[in-house]
């Protein structure tokens, strides 16, 4: 019996070696032409095209020669460029400085010039293609021993991203006209909206006043110094958002699916453990008490209740630890695609790698590539971005232990690319490690007197919570006062009468 030959025919691989790289020399000469014709034409190539696009280095020499002269507002033309070039010998493999003569008779005609920078770019994309196929195959085939087969796919597409991002065509302007329209569509919804949301509702009432809600586009850090509520606090927003999607999706008629989604990144948490927290929170039975399980029938019955409710939510929970910025921005962009997504929430930010063939140089780099990123990633899905920060313990040393913007850790970078920075802050965590203690005291009286005066000040702050707005782009800064319920790790409004 004969076996197959796994192994492509010889000849079909050598045709592929053989090929040869995609390139449009005539356009190249066509569009240098142009420009030595008439130097406006280098209006309509100049957003989108740079020397290296050019297949023929020549041919990119002599256009950036003709850039440098025309942006020092200089004429660029067959004589003036004469000199330059017979002084450099750069035209002498091409038959001197009569190539440039022979340009303007390859010129079809200047008010194609567009077209001919289009098609040379065109070619250089496909190029570029080309050449990360290339290190694709033989990454896979074992080039680079350190990458393993998940690291390879997020490498690819970290280059590819950077390639769509950097090719130099998207954005340009936009007319007056049509941001007007947008401004107005925003307000519109705020108008319609209970409470006057412009974006999406964080889930409690006082912070959506102070900021309009989440905008699309922002990229939100919360940060605070460990045991603050942090985690807590961005599993209520999260929450808080993907029941606000759920719910008008309700209201459109039964069987509609939610028009969005929101994504949790936990780094420091794994799923079954913030989920415990939620099931925790909504449930009201606490979460040390359902992990030792010393809770009764009807609270497990409670519990089964609120999960049931909870798993028709439109939430998304990734605990990859360490992951990278490339990995999360692959993983945003295919739950997009496919379940719509609304929001981001990242736990927390220094706990992830940027994107995979980078090397930054020193932490604070790291991070500030970090926050680029995922400023960059809630502008094209035009969705919120909320990551959490550690703050430095330069704040425990201060007697006022509020923290403050020069608080954050590499806080350079966070706070440039940041449209709003927030911190939460508890009195009665830092009060309560200031009990006195009687052994400090002369006498029980002063030792009495001191307890009761501390007692008074526990009272004052008990299941308080501030959370300071010290950055936003879009509205004013202040405090917000809410409230904390320890055992349950449940933030809320703060009202006189706090309800279920």
């Not at 440098?68 to 400085?97: C, Y």
């Amino acid at each position: 019996m004969n076996q197959i030959d796994p192994t492509p025919p010889r000849d079909s691989l050598l045709g592929l070696s053989q090929r040869l790289p995609p390139s449009n020399i005539a356009a190249e000469q066509a569009l240098l032409g142009a420009l030595l014709a008439n130097n406006k034409a280098y209006e309509r190539v100049a957003e989108f095209l740079i020397p290296d696009h050019f297949t023929d280095p020549i041919n990119g020499r002599i256009y950036q020669a003709i850039v440098r002269r025309v942006e020092a507002g200089q004429l660029a033309d067959a004589i003036t460029l004469k000199a330059e070039f017979e002084h450099s010998g750069i035209l002498d493999e091409v038959g001197g400085t009569a190539y440039l003569a022979q340009l303007l008779t390859a010129m079809v005609g200047i008010i194609n010039a567009g077209e001919y920078g289009k098609a040379i770019h065109d070619a250089w994309i496909r190029r570029q293609l080309i050449d990360i196929g290339e290190t694709v195959v033989n990454n896979a085939f074992g080039l680079n021993p350190e990458l393993d087969g998940g690291s390879q796919i997020e490498a690819a597409e970290e280059t590819l991203f950077r390639l769509a991002t950097d090719k130099g065509q998207d954005g340009g302007f936009v007319t007056f006209e049509r941001a007007l329209t947008d401004a107005i569509g925003i307000a519109e919804k705020a108008f319609h909206r209970t409470g006057a949301v412009a974006g999406l509702t964080t889930g409690l009432r006082d912070l959506d006043k102070k900021t309009g809600g989440m905008h699309p586009s922002d990229l939100l850090i919360l940060a605070g110094r460990p045991a603050m509520g942090k985690t807590a606090l961005a599993t209520k927003i999260a929450f808080g958002a993907a029941r606000f999607l759920m719910q008008e999706a309700r209201e459109k008629g039964a069987g509609t699916q939610p028009k969005g989604s929101v994504a949790i990144f936990s780094l420091e948490m794994s799923a079954e453990q913030l989920a415990t927290r939620l099931l925790s929170e909504e449930s009201r039975v606490s979460g040390e008490r359902i992990r030792r399980g010393e809770i009764g029938q009807k609270e497990f019955d409670r519990f089964v209740q609120v999960s049931r409710e909870l798993q028709t939510l439109p939430l998304h929970i990734d605990d990859t630890p360490a992951i990278s910025l490339s990995a999360m921005r692959t993983r945003c962009r295919r739950l997009h695609r496919t379940k719509g997504l609304s929001l981001v929430v990242v736990d927390y930010l220094q706990l992830m790698r940027p994107a995979v063939g980078t090397k930054p140089d020193n932490r604070v780099l790291e991070i500030s590539m970090i926050t680029q990123g995922l400023k960059a990633l809630a502008k094209e899905l035009a969705i919120p971005v909320l990551a959490l920060s550690q703050l430095s313990r330069q704040v425990e040393s201060r007697e006022d232990k509020r923290p403050q913007l020069s608080d954050l850790r590499e806080s350079g970078s966070i706070e440039q690319d940041a449209d709003a920075v927030m911190f939460v802050y508890r009195d009665e965590y830092y009060l309560q490690q200031r009990m006195p203690k009687q052994i400090g005291f002369d006498t029980g009286d002063k030792y009495q007197t001191a307890l009761e005066k501390w007692q008074r000040d526990m009272d004052q702050v008990h299941n308080k919570a501030e959370l300071l707005l010290e950055k936003q782009r879009h509205g004013p800064t202040g405090k917000v006062d809410l409230f904390f319920e320890g055992e349950f790790t449940r933030f809320a409004d703060l009202d006189t009468v706090h309800g279920g």
